[in-house]
């Protein structure tokens, strides 16, 4: 792969057929100039065949799928590095490999277009919850910034256990865009609550003003090295996805974080994350958070 931005850094975007994947791949173009990254298109051709037909597929794939994708962002983009290849195998594995060594990974979603769906989910699902970096996830056919669009990012916040990758991500992506930043918190809504004789419901009032304690402190604790985000702070009485999902139909982009687990104990614990991915109507950032995060 080819990498010729500035410290090594470089946007991999994946790729399919179809018209509507321009807007996936200008997409991850904008956020490579945003970092001052190369960018690097690859499209994962599924090992139907071996040998000289396997070669032949790839390199046929190359001139018909990838190749007029990277000559479009060469024409709108003329100042971009930019690079692409077709490669065989399972598009999930493969971008999940290649995360380790690009700064951002660019995936289209399922619903909509992008890579096929798996027996167990998509492949930008998969790619989210186990990537090695930041994970975007757009909706192919669909143009994430418009010219009308509203230039806010919005992260959502644990208080209890604060990601803080995902918060410094949601930062330095509010920063570079001139954006304003929204931190959101959904505490506890009563029907959500477990019921029972002995059970009592908890003080909403305390559990509000303590989540803006804590969101207050982490906006404090950023300010000197972010001054020039507008933040806001958001805590509201629902359903975590609720609240992101609905956030993001005024936002140019949502991040969350993804912890570092696997198996069945992911699944369960990014249940939000899924269901944020599926629903929201703005590209998401899936940030992945190391252990103790």
Known sequence: MEDTAGAGRTVLVGVDEGREQRSVVR?????????AAALHLVHVVRPEASGKEALRAGVEREATVVEPLAQLIRTEFPDL???SEAVSGQPAAVLIDRSSHVTQLVVGHRGSGGFPRLPLGSVSWQVATHAACPVIVVRPGEEPERADAPN?????VDVVNIAGQALDQAY?????RGAHL????????????????????????ALDAGARRVL?????????RHPDVEVGLRVERVRASTLLTEASRRSSLLVVGSHGRTGLQRLILGSVSAEVLHTASCPVMVVPLSAGA
């Open 182 to 205: 929204t931190l959101l918190h959904a505490n506890f809504h009563l029907s959500e609550l477990p019921t029972g004789p002995a059970m009592a419901a908890p003080n909403f009032e």
């Open 152 to 156: 806010r990012v919005a992260v959502g």
């Open 172 to 176: 330095r992506e509010a920063e570079l």
């Open 81 to 83: 590095a930019v690079s």
């Open 216 to 224: 207050t402190a982490e906006a404090v604790e950023r300010r000197e």
């Open 27 to 35: 997409y991850a173009a904008r956020q490579a100039a945003l970092h």
